[in-house]
């Protein structure tokens, strides 16, 4: 499994930064340093949400004493399973291995990802971060530490890039499948078992987009349910919306500005971002009211 995540408008915030002066014009030297780190800031926020996400869920699930003594071997074997991922300029690539007698321990990283990918969504829209993503099931190679490359990359990319198209996270059509087909499963062992539920909680974390897209749901009711119980979501939920209201209203105005001095360029781009987050704001008007949000 691939998830590609990516940071939007990093690009044109970094065409407004001019270049480092030459010669001792330090002040100018000094003010560039400033605007790139600033600009940084954004991918670093990501990343510590993202890497802090998985670490909680790593380390969450029931405690060992809770456990049967037969059953600890493979709950440990499910905890263990590697979730690796690699920075990469403004985007985070994260892969998990499924290849023979692996796949029966994968399921509970697939859904950690899912489950990351939801909180750090909401984390990052509230502090202004735009997010986009696209995650998929397929084969790959792995190539370098934590680093993989093939098919499966190329069509979590393709989501991220092409299909998504503003923020939010569109998973893609293999995985989908795969988790419908776990949580089918007939129920023979404790395995298969712990399994179907696992991929019935990952499914319970999508939803069908008024595209027919699916993509996670990162307000949706199992993540308001089981997810995010902390005491200030509520505050994090009406940032996040409030940041996707601003966007839309801000390409609205540069929209009808570009239209009546008759710049088309601007027009057509403006244009689209202005649909692109009034879909966001529509997703967010819909889930507020669930999270006691007027």
């Known amino acids: 499994m691939v998830a590609f995540f990516d940071i939007l408008g990093q690009r044109d915030k970094m065409h407004r930064i001019t ?160 988790l419908k087909e776990l949580s089918e499963s007939r129920l023979e062992t404790d395995v298969e078992n712990v399994n179907r539920q696992i991929a019935n909680n990952s499914l319970a974390l999508l939803t069908t987009d008024d595209d027919g897209n699916m993509i996670v749901d990162h307000l949706g009711d199992y993540i308001r349910n089981n997810l995010q119980k902390i005491p200030d979501i509520a505050d994090v939920v009406s940032k996040a919306y409030r940041f996707a209201s601003s966007e839309h209203e801000k390409y609205r105005i540069a929209r009808n500005e570009a239209e009546s001095i008759g710049n088309v360029e601007v027009l057509k781009r403006c244009a689209l971002l202005t649909d692109r987050y009034e879909w966001l704001t529509k997703y967010f008007k819909k889930h507020l009211p669930s999270w006691g949000i007027k």
């Not at 071997?73 to 985007?91: G, M, T, V």
């Open 19 to 178: 270049l480092p002066p030459v010669g001792d014009e330090t002040s100018n030297d000094d003010k560039f340093k400033q605007d790139i780190l600033k600009l940084y800031s954004n991918v670093k926020t990501f990343r510590i949400f993202f890497a802090d996400a998985i670490d909680s869920f790593t380390k969450s699930g029931i405690e060992n004493d809770q456990i049967p003594e037969q059953a600890k071997s493979f709950f440990e074997k499910l905890r263990e399973h590697p979730i690796a991922y690699r920075n990469f300029a403004d985007s985070v690539i994260v892969h998990i291995r499924l290849k023979g007698d692996e796949m029966k321990y994968a399921g509970r990283a697939i859904y950690g990802v899912l489950c990351a990918a939801a909180v750090t969504f909401n984390s990052c829209m509230a502090k202004g971060i735009p997010v986009r993503g696209g995650i998929d099931l397929g084969f790959a190679m792995n190539i370098g530490p934590d680093e993989i490359y093939g098919p499966a990359l190329a069509s979590a990319y393709h989501l991220e890039c092409k299909v998504a198209a503003y923020p939010r996270i569109v998973v893609g059509k293999t995985l989908v499948s795969y």
